[in-house]
């Protein structure tokens, strides 16, 4: 495949910034991405929509930053952290784009506040603490220095924990903050790996007189790898945070 014609013509298709563009990219997420129409559409249908058009901005600078860290076989910076305390990440995306006025208007015209469509996104269940926080600056840093980068850490299902009150107490609930789906993931499947937990050890002797020693009767999960793109600011950067999810 490498060697192909069609590869080494293959390009990156670039769609473009202009509010008409963002306008016809917001619809056509819309109707074929999420299946809805201006009669079906929840208010978080119409922020997954604009969630969408921006990260196809994101992933146009993502492969063109991937192919150029490939092509130029650079030295990477790999962070690892139990979490991230990334925080909500449409508003930001579009400020990074460039597009963040472009994207307001766009809203206007087709009757829509883009703060509003803001509000409709959850923060990202990943950590609450200091440390967190710091780990998603570090992120945002490395890539707006333009710094090859790569974080890893751990998809959590449930963020800390909701608050409620019934029958005049506090309840606390987990938070399933990716119940409505994540639209700035990308689940990588073919990067899966099957991690052991518990069990025995086992050795065999083997014909040769070698002794061969086995992990079993293991608890197995499989990881699955689910990228992010993080954006940096004032340059066309775009590093990955990759976190993996747990499947039994």
Not at 99 to 127: F, T, V
Not at 171 to 196: C, M, Q
Request: aromatic share 12%; charged share 25%; glycine share 6%.
């Amino acid at each position: 495949m490498k060697d192909s014609t069609l590869f080494k013509k293959w390009g990156i298709f670039h769609k473009s910034l202009d509010k008409r563009a963002i306008q016809y990219n917001f619809a056509n997420h819309l109707e074929y991405s999420l299946s809805k129409d201006k009669y079906t559409a929840t208010p978080r249908d119409l922020y997954h929509s604009l969630a969408l058009t921006a990260r196809d901005h994101l992933i146009e600078q993502w492969i063109r930053t991937q192919q150029m860290y490939y092509d130029n076989d650079v030295k990477r910076v790999y962070y690892l952290s139990a979490e991230y305390l990334m925080g909500r990440a449409l508003i930001n995306n579009l400020i990074n784009l460039e597009m963040y006025e472009e994207a307001r208007e766009a809203m206007k015209e087709l009757n829509l506040d883009l703060i509003e469509l803001a509000e409709q996104e959850p923060d990202a269940g990943l950590g609450n603490g200091g440390l967190g926080r710091l780990a998603a600056c570090f992120l945002d840093s490395l890539a707006a220095l333009e710094i090859p980068s790569h974080g890893y850490g751990i998809r959590y299902e449930f963020g800390i924990f909701e608050q409620t009150i019934r029958n005049l107490g506090q309840v606390e609930l987990p938070d399933a903050w990716l119940k409505f789906g994540n639209p700035w993931e990308i689940e990588r499947p073919e990067y899966s790996f099957t991690v052991h937990f518990n069990g025995r050890t086992q050795d065999t002797v083997w014909p040769d007189g070698r002794l061969k020693t086995e992990w079993v009767d293991t608890n197995d999960v499989i990881g699955i790898a689910y990228d992010t793109p993080i954006a940096g600011c004032d340059n066309y950067t775009v590093n990955t945070l990759r976190l993996w999810s747990s499947r039994a």
